[in-house]
């Protein structure tokens, strides 16, 4: 009863209290909260009117309609109100655990870091085909899951931290321990994941080979700008004719920045373009070359936008400092389109592969 009382109001204090000011949020709250009160007192009603050994035929298929869901706070409260739920297996022999597994249920296969020592057993427990619970993190994730991420490069790096975080959790002997079919649980993520790892090596390779047609002009148009200076040259000492002014110095260093930037984001595209491809290279090394050079083309396009900016004004506007505000306005533009058109796939390639895991412990109290 502590325990339920303690979801309670963690679910109220996490739904209510950040967006209490806003009223389509605070509807949504009471639907949440009128829909747990709902399941406990659902819970409570099969307690009292119902003989215990025939309490498995009602908390069965919602438990694991839950974890298909990946509804946690429905899966622990069952759990809490019916320890033995735990046990429980679908029509395919799975538990929740498991089940949590094949459907990708981050939040509810993380009520694990929740259990007591009882979470061993999970750790040798094998299906009826023989599969261990690392052949079912092999298996291809639901179609609903993986179009939950943008790009196939970014869906196998999600399925390969699922793979590497269930291998971390079995025992050592499972990693290499083959099924009734005589596979690995390596194998089987190879054999289920082919067709993914093909479109995710087009899609980087797509990805990568645009950027680098752009990182290329970059590069030519500054290195011609740095050869051609604004203004031209003194023809007696060979000296740029601006070089005593401020903006020329603004275009000298806007314009070194922006072909050494446009350089290296040149490379980590075409090291991608040059890459083999492997599967646990989309775990970590292909993400983070794409990140790198997607970072360096952001800097070496907002150089050279800085730098025609500076060379305008130097050439235009050096009687007329009212010409600083149209350059400004402009040369925002470009940067500020640049940034919407990309942010999204910059930020979801940040946050899977430096952010935080999705997996671990959320809560400190004990499940069972």
Request: glycine share 4%; with cysteine.
């Amino acid at each position: 009863m502590h325990g339920r009382k303690k979801s309670y109001l963690c679910l109220r204090f996490s739904f209510g209290s950040m967006f209490s000011e806003r009223p389509f949020i605070k509807k949504r709250v009471q639907i949440h909260q009128d829909a747990y009160r709902l399941l406990i007192d659902a819970c409570s009603k099969i307690k009292s009117c119902k003989d215990s050994r025939c309490y498995h035929h009602y908390y069965t298929n919602p438990i694991f309609e839950a974890t298909r869901l990946d509804a946690c706070v429905v899966v622990s409260s069952i759990i809490s109100e019916f320890p033995n739920a735990v046990w429980s297996a679908n029509e395919n022999g799975h538990n929740f655990i498991q089940y949590a597994v094949i459907n990708r249920s981050e939040k509810v296969y993380n009520l694990l870091y929740q259990m007591s020592e009882h979470k061993n057993i999970y750790r040798t427990i094998k299906d009826s085909f023989g599969n261990n619970l690392l052949h079912l993190a092999g298996r291809l994730a639901p179609a609903n899951k993986l179009n939950l991420i943008s790009g196939a490069a970014l869906q196998i790096q999600r399925e390969l931290q699922w793979f590497k975080e269930v291998e971390r959790f079995v025992c050592p002997l499972n990693v290499v321990q083959k099924n009734s079919f005589h596979e690995t649980p390596q194998m089987v993520f190879t054999r289920e994941h082919k067709e993914l790892v093909i479109d995710g090596e087009k899609w980087m390779k797509a990805t990568a080979e645009s950027y680098t047609i752009t990182a290329a002009l970059i590069t030519t148009i500054m290195f011609a700008a740095a050869i051609t200076v604004p203004g031209g040259n003194n023809q007696e000492k060979g000296i740029p004719i601006f070089s005593h002014a401020k903006a020329f110095t603004i275009f000298a260093i806007s314009d070194a920045i922006s072909l050494f930037a446009s350089v290296t984001s040149l490379l980590m595209f075409l090291s991608i373009l040059t890459a083999r491809f492997a599967e646990q290279d989309f775990l970590f090394k292909l993400p983070s070359k794409l990140i790198i050079g997607l970072a360096m083309l952001f800097i070496s396009t907002t150089s050279m936008v800085v730098a025609f900016g500076a060379t305008l004004y130097l050439v235009f506007g050096h009687d007329n400092s009212r010409i600083l505000t149209p350059i400004a306005v402009f040369t925002c533009l470009p940067i500020t389109a640049f940034v919407t058109l990309q942010f999204r796939l910059v930020i979801d390639l940040i946050s899977t592969t430096y952010g935080l895991s999705i997996f671990g412990k959320k809560r400190n109290s004990v499940l069972y």
